[in-house]
């Protein structure tokens, strides 16, 4: 199995300064790469990921690192229920090379594998999700997520047939460049990773110390939207009543990175990558 390689955690390294006794976050652990930096460097973290497969990962740097360490096996929605505060509160998000690289986790098209694609392996399967879903509703999906060209015809020949395994979707989509873009949408649609994203970015306001800062490292143009959009809102209006954070909060946006040519030969995966940041300022 390929290793994750941590995307533009240089970058994430750089803004964060001096870490030592800092509280971090690490809303989305994967292989832990972000994590176990942040602990090397000083830093205590909290870290969520709904993958259960990544526990063991998790427990090895427990014992490395012990009180400094909590791992959260839950969705990052429910960091919401916290109670302590963090001086950075950091989203890497999307998949990890784990979770594509086990063909029968059914993430990716270049093994024939049941469709799953369930991050936490609970709920409702890609399989069910297209075998439950209307025409309409699976081509808003298509478009939506994937930009899939033609996607009423798609939809309906998937709700026809009812895929069960991702040779059988793949043998489906007419047009060859469709099918990583339909495979992301259903992803996206099966793991909400969109309601995911905007419940816990809700939650940031109250987590995140004075002075502190939420980055987030997107890969997916909607998500990354969602993200610049609310990182400006915050940013554009002090004491916005809809925040709920103490008005005399105010956040500055910080510069968006991209990875360089060095980094993008040695992890094609940071293609698409856009970290985006906010300050609390006071
Ligand atoms: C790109 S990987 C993170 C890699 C990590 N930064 C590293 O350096 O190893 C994304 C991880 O986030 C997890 N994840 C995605 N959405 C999540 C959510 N809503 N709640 C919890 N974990 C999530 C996935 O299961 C995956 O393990």
């Known amino acids: ?34 994590t176990r930096a942040f602990l ?6 909290v870290a969520f990921d709904r993958d259960p497969n990544v526990i063991v990962d998790a427990d090895a740097i427990k014992q490395e690192f012990g009180d400094k360490f909590r791992f959260i096996s839950a969705p990052f929605s429910e960091m919401s229920r916290l109670t302590e505060t963090f001086d950075a509160i950091v989203f890497d998000l999307g998949i990890s090379s784990m979770q594509i690289d086990v063909p029968e986790r059914g993430f990716s098209f270049r093994g024939d594998a049941p469709l799953d694609m369930r991050m936490s392996g609970a709920g409702q399967t ?8 209307s025409v309409a509703t699976l081509a808003k999906i298509l478009r939506d997520y994937g930009d899939v060209s033609r996607a009423n015809v798609l939809a309906r020949a998937m709700v026809q047939s009812k895929p069960q395994t991702t040779f059988e979707l793949k043998n489906l989509i007419y047009n060859p460049r469709d099918v990583a873009p339909v495979f992301q949408a259903l ?19 109250n987590l995140l110390k004075v002075g502190g800062k939420c980055l987030a490292v997107t890969f997916h143009s909607i998500e990354d939207r969602i993200v610049k959009n609310t990182f400006r809102d915050w940013s554009s209006v002090p ?4 925040i ?7 956040y500055k946006m910080l510069r968006v990175a991209t ?13 698409s990558a856009h970290l985006r940041g906010v300050q609390k300022s006071y």
């Open 1 to 34: 199995m390929t290793k994750h390689i941590p995307v533009l955690l240089g970058a994430i390294l750089q803004e964060l300064g001096d870490l030592n006794g800092r509280h971090i976050l690490d809303a989305t652990f994967g292989a832990g790469g972000y």
């Open 40 to 45: 090397n460097a000083g830093a205590s973290v």
């Open 126 to 133: 890609a399989a069910d999700l297209i075998a439950q879903s």
């Open 187 to 205: 992803r996206i649609a099966v793991n909400d990773e969109m309601g995911e994203l905007r419940r816990a970015l809700d939650a940031v306001p």
């Open 239 to 242: 004491g916005n009543p809809l």
């Open 244 to 250: 709920p954070v103490a008005a005399d909060a105010e």
């Open 259 to 271: 990875p360089d040519a060095i980094e993008l030969e040695q992890n094609p995966r940071s293609r």
